[in-house]
T-cell receptor, first 110, second 113 residues
Framework: DAKTTQPPSMDCAEGRAANLPCNHS???????VYWYRQIHSQGPQYIIHGLKNNETNEMASLIITEDRKSSTLILPHATLRDTAVYYCIVNPNYGQNFVFGPGTRLSVLP | GAGVSQSPRYKVAKRGQDVALRCDPI?????LFWYQQALGQGPEFLTY????????KSGLPSDRFFAERPEGSVSTLKIQRTQQEDSAVYLC???????????FGPGTRLLVL
């Protein structure tokens, strides 16, 4: 079973920030938080990952709470092309298979 | 650079037919994973290779499923005597030894009639 829980769906207005939450209350000290997204009919696309510090790249920002029991993926200016299913995964960073939950279906609305 | 590629992208098989799905990982990537994704679900793990060694095949649903990676690069997932419940998207992912982020291919969509 997935070690994360996410809301099944969210809407966001185009141009606004999309904040996607994820709970991982049983995360272990050596487990990373990964975020992927899957646009219809494509393979999952890597977005970002982190251990305990907040991370930012060209796609998104990842905010991890101090107790590491939850995190938020932030897409700063959502576009229609960001409509996808977003998966939050916790994983030890040494070649273990990912355990996907059902993810959050984000709809960016014009 | 080139990402993970998979072929064929679509496969229609008659029930009972054998199929072979190919994965070309990113060059130099040591780890290779196969996942199965049913409609409306998240991907589920099938099997894992490190170089040519199959280290974990705990997710293979039956002995009709077989995977190989004989030279530590290209991998083939074979399904014998396909059944309708095998209809799914089969995803391949690879990762390097230094950075364990997995990069996924586009998947092969298998439909068994």
């Amino acid at each position: 079973d997935a070690k994360t829980t996410q809301p099944p769906s969210m809407d966001c207005a185009e141009g606004r920030a999309a904040n996607l939450p994820c709970n991982h209350s049983t995360i272990s000290g050596n487990e990373y938080v990964y975020w992927y997204r899957q646009i219809h009919s494509q393979g999952p696309q890597y977005i970002i990952h982190g251990l305990k510090n907040n991370e930012t790249n060209e796609m998104a920002s990842l905010i991890i709470t101090e107790d590491r029991k939850s995190s938020t993926l932030i897409l700063p200016h959502a576009t229609l092309r960001d409509t996808a299913v977003y998966y939050c995964i916790v994983n030890p960073n040494y070649g273990q298979n990912f355990v996907f939950g059902p993810g959050t279906r984000l709809s960016v609305l014009p | 650079g080139a990402g993970v590629s998979q072929s064929p992208r679509y496969k229609v098989a008659k029930r009972g037919q054998d199929v072979a799905l190919r994965c070309d990982p990113i060059s130099g990537h040591v780890s290779l994973f196969w996942y199965q994704q049913a409609l409306g679900q998240g991907p589920e793990f099938l099997t894992y290779f490190q170089n040519e060694a199959q280290l974990d095949k705990s997710g293979l649903p039956s002995d009709r499923f077989f995977a190989e990676r004989p030279e530590g690069s290209v991998s083939t997932l074979k399904i014998q005597r396909t059944q309708q419940e095998d209809s799914a998207v089969y995803l391949c992912a690879s990762s390097s030894q230094e950075q364990e982020t997995q990069y996924f291919g586009p998947g092969t969509r298998l439909l068994v009639l």
